[in-house]
């Protein structure tokens, strides 16, 4: 089996170029989707046992009724934001459903960026992590981004025990449908934190995470004759009625009240 320094190519940091994923920043790719509406909390490490406690009740429900084969319920999302900071969100009994991974960024469209992107597998009762993916469409990162969390998952065991969560003493790692096909590996603590350590022990970023959970407000959707969209806050939308063609004049005109001009 390999360890994480064989798995895990160095990332440098290209300039951002959208059109090139290698580079190890990712920008949302899919357009707006039906998702959280209202405001929701994302959580650092250290508050990860508020998380559980919130979602707790909702997933053993959910693990009640489940399909063992499609549905697990002991799944958090996660992001790694520019900045190596690993924020933690899932759903709960009081929201619509899980936020998705742009959402979490607290950006809006290609503002939407992060390193890494994906789910924690837990065990029963979110009582141990087992297992990390990099599953995301918003993002569609690659296997090598799931260093960020890995290492981010290890060096801050601390932060993870103060929350009542194990790190177990092999963390797996799965890796998706890609040119060399699906499979986990099974990565050990001791060698892994070894690896941590030899990469990464000058990135002070990773080593500390935030403290305090942090509130996230999704923009309001915006219909456009044919267009949803969600405009920047602080920025004005013009909103303008429909075209409309006769046939002595092909050109497009406007009929109506004038186009308006919305805050946001």
Not at 23 to 51: A, C, D, M, W
Not at 195 to 218: C, G, Y
């Amino acid at each position: 089996m390999p360890t994480a320094k064989e798995l895990f190519k160095p990332i440098n940091f290209q300039p951002i170029n959208d059109d090139n994923v290698d580079n190890g920043i990712y920008t949302y790719i899919n357009p707006p989707k039906k998702r959280q509406s209202h405001p929701f909390t994302v959580y650092p490490i250290r508050e990860l046992h508020l998380l559980i406690a919130e979602t707790l009740k909702y997933s053993q429900k959910l693990a009640e009724s489940a399909d063992p084969f499609e549905d697990d319920p002991w799944t958090m999302s996660y992001i790694v934001d520019l900045n190596y900071k690993m924020w933690f969100a899932a759903k709960t009994d009081g929201n619509q459903s899980t936020p998705a991974h742009h959402q979490m960024t607290g950006k809006v469209g290609t503002e939407s960026k992060c390193i890494a992107a994906g789910r924690v597998h837990f065990t029963e009762n979110f009582a141990s992590i087992f297992k990390i993916d990099y599953n995301s469409s918003d993002f569609n990162p690659s296997f090598q981004s799931l260093q960020w969390p890995l290492a981010i998952l290890v060096a801050n065991k601390p932060d993870f025990i103060k929350s009542s969560v194990v790190i177990p003493d092999v963390i797996q790692v799965a890796r998706e449908a890609d040119p060399l096909g699906k499979k986990v590996y099974k990565l050990p603590f001791l060698s892994t934190m070894d690896w941590v350590v030899e990469r990464f022990v000058t990135l002070q970023e990773l080593w500390t995470q935030p403290s305090a959970t942090k509130k996230i407000s999704p923009p309001i959707p915006v219909v456009y004759p044919g267009l949803q969209f969600y405009p920047p806050a602080g920025t004005t939308a013009v909103m303008a009625p429909p075209p409309s063609t006769t046939d002595d004049d092909p050109e497009p005109k406007h009929n109506g009240p004038p186009a308006k001009r919305i805050k946001f």
